[in-house]
């Protein structure tokens, strides 16, 4: 499809555990977002990619949590020593300019994490 | 720092009537302000944006909403609800800091009744 694309959409994974989140963004966007939500709150920025480069990462939470995009293109979230806190619905967003205020972000449908 | 609030958490509609959610926010500067909706399911969608230009905004599917400045609101509006407009709404402000960060309400989820 055209669309924000994220795998997988579902994983359940043990407390300690590693795990890879995929964004494939819409064809051509430079920018790329992501965000988490838990239960009953709205999104959580945590990420923003102009190009290949992390334009702003101030809503990583900790050092657990690093983000890649290195042709510009598809990134992955990576978590390490997940914990139970840790779950939620990480969502990605892309955009065809600079970011918010100037082009529209489009959304993916997510990646629901699970940590037991 | 910038925040909003978004004063019901849920928020209960006939089909046919005006919809309402409420939505205040704070920002140390001239906003801009946004409107996404979740469908289950669905990715988030942009409905509206508001970025210091008309402050009657209009967005897709019938929905509009208002920059009052005075009463630091951003309310959005519909005339008459359809079922399908029964969804989750976020209220969303520009950080201002950083293109990319947007800071999120923690949403009014609309029901919609026969």
């Known amino acids: 499809g055209a669309g924000v694309s994220q795998t997988p959409s579902n994983k359940v994974t043990e407390k300690g555990k590693y795990v890879e989140l995929r964004c494939d963004p819409i064809?051509?966007?430079?920018?790329l977002y992501w965000y988490r939500q838990s239960l009953g709150q709205g999104p959580e920025f945590l990420i923003y990619?102009?190009?290949?480069?992390?334009?702003?990462d101030s809503g990583l939470p900790n050092d657990r949590f690093f983000a890649v995009r290195p042709e510009g293109s598809v990134s992955t979230l990576k978590i390490q020593r997940t914990e139970r806190g840790d779950s939620a619905v990480y969502l990605c967003?892309?955009?065809?300019?600079?970011?918010?205020?100037?082009?529209?972000?489009?959304f993916g449908e997510g990646s629901r994490l699970t940590v037991l | 720092a910038q925040s909003v609030t978004q004063l019901d958490s849920h928020v209960s509609v006939s089909e046919g009537t005006p919809v309402l959610l409420r939505c205040n926010y704070s920002?140390?500067?001239?906003?801009?302000l946004f409107w996404y909706v979740q469908h289950p399911n669905k990715g988030l969608q942009l409905l509206l944006k508001?970025?210091?230009?008309?402050?009657l905004v209009k967005g897709i599917n019938g929905f509009e909403a208002e920059f009052k400045k005075s009463e630091t609101s951003f309310h959005l509006t519909k005339p008459s609800a359809h079922m399908s407009d029964a969804a989750e709404y976020f209220c969303?402000?520009?950080?201002?800091?950083?293109?990319?960060?947007?800071?999120f309400g923690k949403g009014t989820k609309l029901s919609v009744k026969p």
């Open positions: 508001y970025t210091s230009a008309a402050t």
């Open positions: 920002s140390s500067y001239s906003p801009s």
């Open positions: 990619f102009q190009g290949t480069g992390a334009a702003d």
């Open positions: 969303v402000v520009s950080s201002g800091g950083s293109q990319g960060n947007l800071i």
């Open positions: 967003a892309s955009s065809a300019q600079g970011g918010p205020l100037t082009g529209e972000l489009f």
């Open positions: 064809s051509g966007h430079t920018a």
